[in-house]
């Protein structure tokens, strides 16, 4: 599927005839990619169906990997969501606008195809001013998966989502590059205990000061056995061309043991590596920054050719442990 032509709408923040060019192709059906605080997300009116049916098509998804719907405010949540558990509300205060998404029971008026046919949706309030423009202007709630073809590195930068997404949706908006660089934490709410399906921004840690000893908060078991509760993550996820391996500390003689000469691509925050021809190196200055720039150092990495990647395993705290989940599900769970 490469066929539709693409807008590429590169002002929208100072053109009120591109909000509302986005705006109107959303109301008609369309697809429309656009930044968030997180990834860009291609995005469909929440409410049709066919629209819906069009981004797992536009993706290449499985029919049975649910989209998240992004509102304005707390205050639609009813048009999405019902019996919404106070401990919800509690971290939506908390965490929203912002990287932060809940699993509550489907309002009806959301299609199921949206959801997969599970009887749960999944709400996001993001904070990107583009995003909330749209949301604003469209009225509409947004059906947004990440922005990528299925199993690649979701974009960060309009460069990303041009080449992921141009001649499969009818426009693509600039927004630079995404503040956080990884996808919204996703936490669901089964019998009053907080279980967190995917790790983002807002850590572990931020939400057990919000509860307190109030809700337990349960970790989704990890590994090839666990039956995921969040049908995104049995599926391979953010890989890009060359193979990924995660590595403690660098060890040079096994490197060149075990890939010899080939062209190797290193992303890190504190390798000490000896310099070499056939290696590219790419170190990040923070965590944060680790996060940020993690899916264009990879997509990057493919393009200058490289054949094998190895990147810094970090320690499974804070922000480090989102940029674990992703890591291992690219690399698979290789080391070196
Ligand atoms: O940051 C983000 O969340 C981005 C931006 C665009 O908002 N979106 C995003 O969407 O990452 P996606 O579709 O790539 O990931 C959504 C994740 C998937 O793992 C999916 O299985 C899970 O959320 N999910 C969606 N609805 C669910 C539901 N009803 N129950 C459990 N998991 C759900
Ligand atoms: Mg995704």
């Given at each position: 599927m490469r066929n539709k032509h693409t807008l590429l709408l590169r002002n929208i923040l100072n053109d009120p005839c591109e909000l509302e060019c986005a705006a109107l192709i959303l109301k008609n059906g369309g697809l429309v990619v656009f930044p968030t605080e997180t990834v860009y997300g291609l995005g469909a009116n929440a409410f049709d169906e066919d629209a819906a049916a069009s981004i797992f098509k536009a993706k290449g998804r499985p029919g049975d990997n649910p989209l998240i719907v992004h509102i304005l405010s707390i205050k639609d949540l009813s048009t999405v969501a019902k019996n919404i558990p106070s401990s919800a509300l509690q971290l939506f205060e908390t965490f929203s606008p912002g990287p932060f998404t809940i699993v509550l029971a489907k309002n009806k008026a959301v299609p199921a195809i949206v959801t997969a046919g599970l009887d749960t949706v999944a709400v996001r309030i993001p904070s990107h001013p583009i995003a909330r423009l749209l949301l604003?202007?469209?009225?509409?709630?947004?059906?947004?998966?990440?922005?990528?073809?299925?199993?690649?590195?979701?974009?960060?930068?309009?460069?990303?989502?041009?080449?992921?997404?141009k001649g499969r949706v009818d426009a693509i908006?600039?927004?630079?590059?995404?503040?956080?660089?990884?996808?919204?934490?996703?936490?669901?709410?089964?019998?009053?205990?907080?279980?967190?399906?995917?790790?983002?921004?807002?850590?572990?840690e931020m939400i057990r000061v919000v509860l307190g000893s109030k809700n337990p908060l349960i970790q989704e078991a990890s590994g090839s056995h666990a039956k995921p509760s969040s049908p995104g993550m049995k599926y391979a996820h953010y890989q890009p061309k060359a193979p990924?391996?995660?590595?403690?500390?660098?060890?040079?003689?096994?490197?060149?043991?075990?890939?010899?000469?080939?062209?190797?691509?290193?992303?890190?925050?504190?390798?000490?590596?000896?310099?070499?021809?056939?290696?590219?190196?790419?170190?990040?200055?923070?965590?944060?920054?680790?996060?940020?720039?993690?899916?264009?150092?990879?997509?990057?990495?493919?393009?200058?050719?490289?054949e094998i990647i190895i990147a810094q395993a970090v320690e499974e705290k804070g922000i480090g442990r989102a940029i674990m989940n992703r890591l291992e599900k690219a690399s698979g769970g290789k080391t070196v």
């Open positions: 604003e202007k469209s009225g509409l709630p947004i059906a947004a998966p990440s922005a990528n073809r299925s199993g690649r590195p979701s974009p960060t930068t309009f460069d990303m989502a041009v080449m992921e997404m908006i600039d927004g630079g590059s995404c503040e956080v660089g990884l996808e919204s934490t996703v936490v669901s709410i089964p019998d009053e205990q907080i279980k967190i399906l995917r790790p983002g921004a807002v850590t572990e990924v391996y995660l590595a403690e500390h660098w060890k040079n003689v096994k490197v060149n043991k075990l890939f010899g000469d080939r062209k190797i691509g290193v992303i890190h925050l504190s390798f000490d590596i000896p310099p070499s021809e056939n290696r590219e190196q790419i170190s990040f200055s923070s965590l944060a920054d680790y996060a940020k720039n993690l899916y264009k150092t990879l997509v990057d990495l493919d393009q200058m050719g490289v």
